[in-house]
């Protein structure tokens, strides 16, 4: 399993089960996880309220709003993440193009070198 050992990661995730997936396999590979977390409201009220954040998987799309105002905040806070999505690029605006996308399923061995590199 990767290791995203004393990392903390914050997950958005709108769909219950990919969600608690994502979570299991996170804390089996070290981390301490923040969320799950389904609406762009209640990321960026954790986002304010936790002092620490690693690194960060976003769903593009959560219950049809998209996550960007979430990304701007990480970005604020120089948090790197990665856009967790199904989509293709052309739902990507131009000043996202260059944050890493992981399809659906996301396969978690990637992931550290992006997010922690």
Known sequence: MTDFKDKTVLVVEDDYFIAME?????????AEVVGPIGRVGEALARIARTDRLDGALLDLNLHGSMSFPIADKLRERDVPFVFATGYDDSV????YREVP??????ELLSIPTILFD
Do not use: T
């Open 92 to 95: 990507i605006p131009e000043n």
């Open 22 to 30: 994502l979570c299991r396999n996170l804390e089996e590979a070290g």
């Open 101 to 106: 996308r992981c399809r659906k399923p996301v």
